[in-house]
């Protein structure tokens, strides 16, 4: 009789996680999604490690796994969010069956986690993990692992991580957090404004640079079909030009191709 009632309880303690875990649009239709069998198969471990997990809670306001990291910070696991991309990704034709074959060459798992502040959500910074061996395996399988590595006190951080968790608490409230926040936007900005002029400068160069060749193809052209009488009027007026304003670059070598051109028959006339 008494291990019924703890069984029943474990029950009614995984319905009331499932229910906190996902919102009902997921909780009710998931089993509808392409993709959502898998998911369903990882759902009750998922649960279980929460329930006996003393690290990690969850906001099921915001569809997020919440682990303490120490006394100033938590680790947070956008679950939902994670898991909405997901199904969104596998309802493309073709996807499902690369994934589950394991021959899928994209839609690895990333870890989309914040460190935040305790004292307030909106001290927080993120950052992109990737979960290595994540290939081929649903979210709540890698949420697991989340819950997991929370439990071990987040051994072997990575990088992008440990920043986040630095800065995060490198002030000393939220007004200088997101001050520097919006200073590091202005920046970003104004290095993007800066490589946007330095692109379009360099179009810009390319295209004059092309527009200058063609003329100059054109006008050897032209004055290769004239005659040396033509030939010595044109090249004159060109002269005439650059006593009032120096000759441009398409001129210039004009200039140089009638000097050739005037050699040439020349030399033929010579010969004659």
């Known amino acids: 009789m008494k291990e019924t009632h703890e069984s029943s309880a474990q029950i009614d303690d995984m319905i009331i996680m499932e229910d906190r875990l996902l919102p009902k649009d997921l909780r009710y239709s998931l089993s509808g999604f392409r993709g959502g069998l898998q998911e369903w198969k990882g759902l009750s471990i998922l649960i279980e490690s929460l329930i006996q997990s003393r690290s990690c809670t969850v906001d099921e ?23 909405r991309k997901r199904l969104a990704w596998l309802g493309h034709d073709g996807e499902l069956e690369a994934w589950e074959s394991g021959k899928s060459l994209v839609g690895k798992a990333h870890l989309d986690v914040y460190a935040r502040h305790k004292s307030d959500p909106r001290w927080q910074l993120r950052a992109c993990v990737l979960a290595t061996g994540s290939n081929g395996l649903p ?33 000393e409230n939220l007004e200088e957090f997101e001050k520097d926040l919006e200073r590091q936007r202005r920046n970003s900005e104004e290095r993007r404004e800066k490589y946007r002029k330095i692109r379009l400068a360099k179009f810009e160069s390319t295209q004059r640079e092309e527009v200058m060749r063609r003329r100059i193809e054109n006008a050897i052209c032209s004055s290769s079909s004239l005659g040396w009488r033509d030939l010595i009027s044109q090249r004159d007026e060109l002269v005439r030009q650059s006593e009032i304003s120096r000759l441009g670059t398409v001129e210039d070598a004009v200039m140089k191709s009638m000097d050739e051109l005037l050699l040439i028959q020349q030399s033929v006339e010579g010969t004659d």
Do not use: C
């Open 139 to 171: 979210i709540t399988d890698v949420a697991t692992s989340f819950v997991l590595w929370a439990n071990s006190n987040f051994p072997l951080i990575p990088e992008q991580l440990h920043i986040a968790i630095s800065q995060v608490k490198n002030f």
């Open 61 to 83: 306001s915001r569809g997020e796994i919440v682990a303490e990291y120490d006394s100033e910070v938590n680790i947070v696991l956008r679950f939902v969010e994670m898991l």
